[in-house]
């Protein structure tokens, strides 16, 4: 017998409308939660699968978190949409994913692009400042995960770059909320598509109401960096990406972890806050979609085999079940990181927790999977396809040209670029191999014509194996790492190439150097590319780069392009000369 919701001609609201009363309170709560499940050599949250959530909690939203082939991410999900079928219901599992098209590899926040396209970081397209670039690269980034069953992508991040020790600028389109705002609309009507639902990728738009002015630049999945301060007032400035997302369509938001200090809100965590989600996201800007917290607010969990607090910030005196009854009654529909779906069925049976508010969430969850055409013919994917769509050489092939669009250049004080002929060329960072193909290799600086340093902002390593891949705290070199790097800066001209994944603090080596460019994900050949004239570089600085750590630890975490006398003003970038 086929009922009014597995029939695909009728609308969304009246498929909801039918399939809700038919779930179990059960089948209802499971809903409200989103884990992580691993592939590869990434190990499932305490040993649990998507299988077992299925089962046993009637989980139905997954994290995917690890690398994998297109073909074995196809085949996990075409596995869990099995049993997921073959359940009473036949309720379709939805797979997130955080970024994977780049550089980064943070379990924390993306993931090496592996079998995907390879593009620069969000900080690139920035830098290019092209929102029909932004637009193509999103719509890449669809068809993708599209091709192996990721239908809900864990960003863009909108948050702007107005704290430049914040580990996680990578992610962001800069410090400018204009820019943001204009490439973030383009970046959401990518993963749109032209087409309806079914044909797209629903993007969770984060971090509500705009991460970034960190107090000292600490990131709030730890506790010293739990504060969120705007002395400078600009609380609105940066809520400004996030308004035009919701106005562009927006269906799925994800409050950060932090707590707003000083402002008009209650100092707790936005993901248990009232006034920002109920106030703030639902009253003022009018947003009915699914608000998902930031992972791990309820349970203290281990995170790489290590134990972290729950980021309860401002209600860590709360025991889970009352985070558990604040989040809802702040606005939340769904717990991301977490699987205590039987808590929440507690809180209902002793009658804590209203089943009425279930319904209201579980409602939208269900919405977005109808949208989705997850019920319909998108419950499954084609392995075989999946492998010749994923890393297809035409999506490789623009993703390298935007590598070499984003580079930068910051100053050729020496007039050595573009480099021509084939230099004796002395290279630290960058692979022997790539370079036979542009210059004769030397094996020091004293054979060399020229030189090429690979540099990246530099950070302060912190302790324990999940907290290392934050690179926070400063962002100048250490006095022996800057002795080396003058040395060779001084015995042959070089060019020095930096990854700018935060605002790097160089002044002794700008001055020293023949030339410098900024990267933001630039593999090799594409770096030679650029250096050697066949492409030329097409960036500006998505933000200032600071003169000294004194000016940035003075500077007010909120405020953007704060600095009258910067090293680097936003919107730097010089051009090759044309002949």
Same mark, same amino acid.
């Given at each position: ?41 990434? &190990? ?5 699968? #998507? ?104 960003? &863009? ?24 705002? $204009? ?10 598509? &032209? ?29 010293? #960096? ?62 009915? #979609? ?123 004080? #020496? ?86 994944? $935060? ?33 030329? &570089? ?15 630890? $003075? ?25």
């Amino acid at each position: 017998m086929t009922h009014p919701y597995q029939d695909p001609g009728r609308g969304t609201a009246e498929r909801v409308a039918d399939l809700l009363p038919r779930m179990t309170l059960e089948d209802k709560a499971g809903l409200l939660f989103h884990q992580v499940i691993g592939i590869g050599e990434l &190990p499932a949250p305490a040993g649990r699968t #998507g299988e077992n959530m299925l089962s046993e909690s009637r989980m139905t939203h997954f994290n995917l978190l690890g690398s994998g082939t297109a073909r074995e991410i196809a085949l996990l999900h075409n596995d869990l949409q099995k049993q997921a079928e073959e359940s009473e219901l036949g309720i379709p599992v939805t797979l997130s994913t955080d970024p994977r098209h780049s550089f980064t590899d943070n379990p924390g926040t993306a993931m090496l692009s592996g079998s995907f396209s390879q593009w620069p970081e969000t900080l690139g397209l920035a830098a290019i400042g092209d929102a029909d670039l932004v637009r193509r690269h999103a719509g890449t980034v669809r068809r993708e995960y599209l091709a192996v069953g990721l239908r809900v992508a864990l960003h &863009p991040q909108l948050d702007l770059a107005t704290e430049p020790r914040w580990a996680r600028i990578s992610g962001t389109f800069g410090e400018d909320a204009d820019l943001s705002t $204009r490439l973030g609309i383009a970046y959401l009507e990518g993963l749109r598509g &032209p087409g309806d639902g079914k044909d797209s990728v629903s993007a969770m738009v984060k971090h509500f109401p705009g991460g970034g002015p960190q107090a000292d630049g600490e990131d709030p999945h730890f506790p010293y #960096g739990k504060e969120q301060i705007y002395p400078g007032g600009f609380f609105d400035y940066h809520l400004r990406p996030f308004r035009a997302a919701i106005a562009a369509g927006a269906t799925q938001i994800m409050p950060y972890y932090g707590k707003p200090m000083g402002t008009v809100y209650e100092e707790v965590a936005f993901g248990f806050n009232k006034g920002i989600i109920t106030g703030l996201l639902r009253e003022e800007l009018g947003f009915d #979609g699914i608000v998902c917290t930031d992972w791990g607010l309820l349970t203290d969990q281990l995170v790489m085999g290590e134990p972290h607090q729950a980021r309860a910030w401002g209600v860590e005196d709360l025991d889970p079940a009352r985070r558990m009854l604040l989040a809802l009654e702040a606005g939340v529909d769904q717990f991301g990181g977490e699987s205590c779906a039987g808590l929440m069925v507690e809180l209902v049976r002793t009658g804590r927790l209203a089943e009425s508010r279930i319904d209201g969430s579980a409602a939208r969850l269900l919405a977005e999977k109808f949208r989705l055409g997850l019920f319909d013919d998108r419950r499954y994917v084609d392995p075989d396809a999946a492998e010749e769509i994923v890393g297809h050489a035409d999506f490789r092939a623009d993703g390298r040209d935007a590598q070499r669009r984003s580079l930068t250049l910051l100053h050729d004080r #020496g007039g050595i670029l573009p480099m021509s002929g084939r230099p004796r060329l002395y290279v630290h960072g960058i692979a022997a191999e790539a370079v036979a193909e542009y210059a004769e290799l030397v094996a020091t600086p004293d054979e060399a014509d020229l030189a090429v340093l690979r540099l990246s902002t530099p950070y302060e390593p912190r302790p324990g194996r999940f907290e290392s891949f934050f690179h926070a705290g400063r962002l100048d070199f250490g006095p022996e790492r800057l002795k080396e790097i003058l040395t060779l800066l001084d015995a042959v001209p070089t060019v020095v190439v930096i990854h700018l994944e $935060r605002p790097a603090v160089i002044p002794e080596i700008a001055g020293r150097c023949s030339a410098l460019v900024a990267s933001y994900g630039t593999d090799d050949r594409a770096l030679l590319d650029v250096l050697f004239g066949r492409s030329a &570089p097409e960036g500006t600085l998505p933000f200032q780069l600071p003169r000294s750590m004194s000016e940035v630890e $003075r500077g007010r975490p909120d405020v953007p392009k704060e600095s009258l006398d910067p090293l680097f003003p936003f919107g730097h970038g010089l051009r090759y000369p044309t002949s």
